[in-house]
């Protein structure tokens, strides 16, 4: 996902990343699970993201798309 300042990138090993757009400079980042299983939406300000895990099987995160803040999970 990309706004205007940021790009959001998640990985396999259950890291979500927020990389300044300009410079590729790391800006903040978050282990949320086994495995980021889908690739961020962003919409008002929040990112959703599908993070699976082993046991049961995943969950929907959401967190503050300027500070990494869960908001839910």
Known sequence: AIDDR???IGDYAGWLYALD????RLVWQRR??????SSPVLWQGRL???V???DPDGFLACLD???????FE
């Open 32 to 37: 949320l699970g086994g495995s980021i299983g």
């Open 6 to 8: 940021h790009v959001y």
């Open 52 to 54: 699976e895990t082993r």
């Open 21 to 24: 757009r300009n410079d590729g």
């Open 65 to 71: 798309a300027n500070t990494s803040e869960e908001i």
């Open 48 to 50: 959703y993201v599908g």
